[in-house]
């Protein structure tokens, strides 16, 4: 098993593109998160989804949209970027009553 | 709502010298607690949980916690620490562990071993 994946692992943005980060995890989780971890701060929940077609918002969804098509795939897509979402990115899985598993995240830079 | 508070942002401790980084949680509710740790441009991984049972749970690298119920706290602990352990230590707490998991994380500690 790879577990959590995720690309890019580094990207440097300007301001007003948009992007997407990619994850993917291959242990058939129902649930998978979006996470964003800026300097001397916990990480905060940006979205969450239960199952394929499923998905909510976390703590700071502003700026931040998401699907999920498929059990495997979460991607985030970044509209309009900002220097505000310069932060690094984590995505994690979890199986129904189980713990969560962290990908090893994407540092972003929006200049 | 929970929140969870990491009082040290850095912790300086000499190599082979014990060390306890300390995390205190506030909830209305029964909570399960987790520690994390970040090496340095690594993603997070789980060093060890309390879901029920015993309060005092060893996790990897040779390192254990203790939950307090009346303190509402969870202090990391280890005997003797490596240069290897530094890192960024993140407690976290959840009200529930079936369904979805609202992860409530601290700011983290900075674990800086010196030989």
């Known amino acids: 098993n790879a577990g959590v994946t995720q690309t890019p692992k580094f990207r440097i943005l300007k301001i007003g593109q948009s992007m997407t980060l990619q994850c993917a995890q291959d242990?058939?989780?129902?649930?998978m998160y979006w996470y964003r971890q800026d300097p001397g701060m916990g990480l905060k929940l940006i979205y969450y989804?239960?199952?394929?077609?499923?998905?909510d918002k976390g703590e700071v969804p502003n700026g931040y949209n998401v699907s999920r098509s498929t059990t495997e795939d979460f991607p985030l897509r970044l509209e309009l970027a900002a220097p505000s979402q310069t932060s690094v990115y984590f995505c994690?899985?979890?199986?129904?009553?189980?713990?969560?598993?962290f990908g090893p995240g994407t540092r972003l830079t929006v200049l | 709502a929970q929140s969870v508070t990491q009082l040290d942002s850095q912790v300086p401790v000499f190599e082979e010298a014990p060390v306890e980084l300390r995390c205190n949680y506030s909830?209305?509710?029964?909570?399960?607690l987790f520690w994390y740790v970040q090496y340095p441009n690594q993603g997070l991984q789980l060093l060890l949980k309390?879901?029920?049972?015993?309060?005092l749970v060893k996790g990897i690298n040779g390192f254990e916690a203790e939950f307090n119920k009346s303190q509402t706290s969870f202090h990391l602990r280890k005997p003797s620490v490596h240069i290897s352990d530094t890192a960024e230590y993140f407690c976290?707490?959840?009200?529930?562990?079936?369904?979805?998991?609202?992860?409530?994380f601290g700011t983290g500690t900075r674990l800086l071993v010196s030989p």
């Open positions: 994690a899985s979890q199986f129904l009553g189980g713990l969560q598993y």
């Open positions: 242990m058939n989780h129902n649930y």
């Open positions: 989804s239960v199952g394929a077609g499923i998905t």
């Open positions: 909830s209305s509710v029964s909570v399960y």
């Open positions: 309390y879901l029920s049972g015993s309060t």
């Open positions: 976290a707490v959840t009200p529930g562990m079936t369904g979805f998991q609202k992860l409530v």
